[in-house]
């Protein structure tokens, strides 16, 4: 008694992160392969995490590339019960041979081996017959073989034998993707935010996941209205705050441990060897046929031995006395050249499609160009510098001079002199200008590739990434960078993924002298929740502190301000409003804009008075005209004294302001 193959568990329904790449690529590896890759393939996992999803995605994908291929899936529960069925009917010799051939036999759920000594028995024969005809098991259980209480020392170590691999629970950006994929399945929208909230909390393994994804889904169609990320908190019972599923040094990463059936192939023959068998091969041939057929002989030898088809050249062998035979083998050496290239710059943009078979067969050759074509087409730059914050229209000052004059330098030894530069500072002082007009500059050498663009878009990409089985797509898209430029680098603290690929993408580029850069709003010794490797490479370059603005950056940014909408402001109000106390370049704008407005709609001058009234809270012209009693700021003392509100009068541009009235 066998089960039918799940028709959704496939591997294109998979979602793959780092907690199960191991295992995925394993299983593809022995569906390709049956018999001869991994053998046994092993695979273990806490339940919920996906064992019977890859198990059953083997057996599609066997059936798949070979339709003839006999594929049975069963639990063990269902093959001891089937066991016994066929020995109390005397059957159990037909039993064995029909499982023996089976060429690929997929069992769930082997941890139910456990003091049924009999069963391992079964089994252990079953594994072996199975492996020495020639046709594949894969098993899985919710622990790995050792730890199967009671197992058989015998069957522990053919179990072992193969390739044992677990898979973990997933990372945060693997579950936003599971999520994402799982509410499209449903039809489901929901508000931004909302599922990387779920993503965001404690769940043991995706089936508990999938359970709070059903919850909201049942809750938004109830409540006939779209759930918020607050509510998703509140509905999960997570209120109090949110947890990472799981922190870093909690779980260790996905492990694979090959058994002792495995072991590396044999080293590939030098080409000395190899040439010296041609030179053998071309005067054996050549003795007994004409010397044409010896030099057609040698090339398909040699170009079927580096794994091209060469059915050109054997149907040259076919004729009596083909024409212009060097012409053609010569021809056949240059396609041959062609489709290495190919293959190579498609590898390059997509490691993924560079196996293709395409890139094996020069007869193909219009293919392998359109395949090429295609992968270029689909491989657009990642995100570059905005043109909005050019260098030359950055305000330099005492209070981040020493950050201009780091990015001068890079811009000088790009990948060389400080790599990677890490621009620190509070939000609003100009980082993510500089760290624009840095990838700017360096976007125009020739050949230039910048990747300039917010961390959490970085997030974003990796994610759909994921979701898409395209993770090899978006690495290669990456690595071809000439400088990496990431805002805001902080924002990766609790996502392992990312920060996973950053590492290995930031080894990368370093190793290659493209030039890195990040912004993060404090030095990232002081940052939380990003891993100690990642936060020792940002230490290793240069760290430059952007601070609090200084009177003469506060004056150029009012000047370019101002004149970017063609206002000539008078000397005195650039004075007031650089004097003024400002913690970020941001409030400044912030300010200077209110003040403009103010005079865009009184219609009046803009004047170092008129921001005092708007900013300081002094009653507009008009309320101290009609109040009868007028003042120009001066106060006049019960005492009998004048107190004045400023050390100096800025502007009194009505004379009966100038007046001041006796108390009476």
């Known amino acids: 008694m066998t089960t039918a193959l799940n028709p959704k568990y496939t591997f294109d329904t998979f979602v793959v992160g780092t907690a199960n790449r191991l295992a995925v690529t394993a299983g593809r590896t022995v569906a390709e392969n049956p018999g001869s890759a991994y053998n046994p393939l092993f695979i273990y996992s806490g339940s919920g995490l996906g064992k019977t999803h890859v198990l059953m995605a083997i057996g599609h994908a066997a059936k798949k590339l070979a339709p003839t291929l006999n594929v049975e899936y069963l639990t063990l529960d269902e093959y001891v019960e089937a066991f016994h069925a066929a020995i109390a009917a005397g059957q159990g010799d037909a039993f064995r041979r029909r499982f023996q051939n089976v060429d690929v036999l997929l069992v769930d759920d082997v941890q139910f ?37 009671d197992l058989d020392e015998r069957l522990i170590s053919r179990l072992s034998g193969g390739l044992v691999v677990d898979m973990g629970v997933p990372d945060y950006e693997t579950r936003v993707a599971i999520l994402r994929r799982k509410a499209e399945e449903r039809g489901t929208t929901f508000q931004p935010g909302v599922l990387e909230t779920v993503a965001g909390l404690e769940f043991a393994n995706v089936r508990e996941l999938m359970g709070a994804l059903n919850r909201l889904v049942a809750f938004q169609a109830v409540n006939d209205q779209p759930i918020n990320a607050e509510a998703t908190k509140q509905l999960l019972g997570a209120a109090a705050g949110l947890a990472p599923a799981m922190a870093p040094g909690v779980s260790p990463g996905p492990g694979v441990s090959p058994g002792p059936g495995v072991s590396p192939g044999p080293p590939p023959a030098s080409g000395d060897e190899f040439g010296a068998f041609l030179a053998d091969v071309t005067v054996t041939v050549g003795k007994a046929v004409e010397a044409w057929r010896a030099r057609v002989g040698e090339a398909v030898l040699r170009w079927r031995g580096e794994g091209y088809r060469t059915h050109r050249l054997e149907r040259l062998l076919e ?11 010569t021809q056949f050496v240059e396609d041959v050249e062609r489709l290495k290239a190919l293959e190579a710059e498609v590898g390059q943009l997509d490691p993924q499609a560079s196996g293709d078979s395409v890139f094996r067969d020069p007869e193909r050759m219009a293919e392998a160009e359109e395949a090429a074509a295609q992968v270029r087409a689909g491989v657009a730059p990642p995100p570059g510098p905005s043109g909005a914050f050019p260098l030359g229209g950055y305000a330099v000052g005492s209070s981040n001079e020493v950050a201009v004059s780091a990015v ?33 500059e ?19 990409e990796l994610i759909a990434a994921i979701d898409g089985n395209r993770v090899d797509w978006w690495r290669a898209r990456y690595r071809r960078v000439t400088a990496l430029l990431l805002d805001d680098i902080h924002l990766v603290a609790g996502k392992e993924r990312t920060q996973e690929e950053l590492f290995n993408l930031f080894n990368l580029l370093q190793d ?96 170092a008075g008129l921001a005092r009234e708007v900013l300081e809270g002094q009653a507009p012209r008009e309320e101290r005209r009609s109040g009868g009693f007028r003042t120009s700021g001066i106060v006049v003392s019960s005492l009998g ?24």
């Not at 079964?122 to 259980?141: D, K, N, P």
């Not at 004729?319 to 083998?329: M, S």
């Open 442 to 460: 360096l976007a125009r050498a020739n050949g230039a590739v910048v990747a300039c663009l917010s961390t959490q878009a970085f997030i974003d």
């Open 641 to 664: 004294g004048i107190k004045s509100r400023e050390k100096m009068v800025w502007d009194w541009p009505e004379v009966a302001d100038r007046l001041i009235e006796e108390l009476r």
């Open 408 to 440: 001068r330098a890079v811009l000088d030894q790009p990948g060389k002199k400080y790599n990677p530069l890490v621009l620190v500072g509070k939000s609003g002082l100009g980082k993510t200008h500089l760290l624009n007009a840095l990838g700017l």
């Open 512 to 607: 290659r002298e493209r030039q890195l850069a990040f912004t993060a709003p404090a030095h990232p010794n002081t940052l939380t929740g990003i891993e100690e490797r990642v936060v020792s490479r940002l230490e290793g370059g240069l760290v430059a502190e952007l601070k609090e603005p200084d009177r003469a950056i506060k004056r150029s940014v009012l000047e370019r301000l101002l004149a970017g909408q063609n206002v000539t402001p008078e000397p005195a109000l650039l004075d007031y409003l650089a004097d003024r106390p400002t913690d970020s370049v941001r409030s400044l704008v912030g300010v200077a804009q209110r003040v403009v407005a103010a005079a865009a709609a009184e219609d009046v001058p803009l004047t």
């Open 113 to 149: 081996l456990s003091n049924r000594k009999e069963m391992q028995s079964e089994l252990l024969r079953l594994t072996e017959a199975l492996q020495g005809a020639g046709h594949q098991i894969v098993l899985t259980s919710d622990r790995p073989p050792p730890e199967i209480a």
């Open 319 to 329: 004729q009596e006395t083909p024409p212009a035979v060097d012409e053609a083998i």
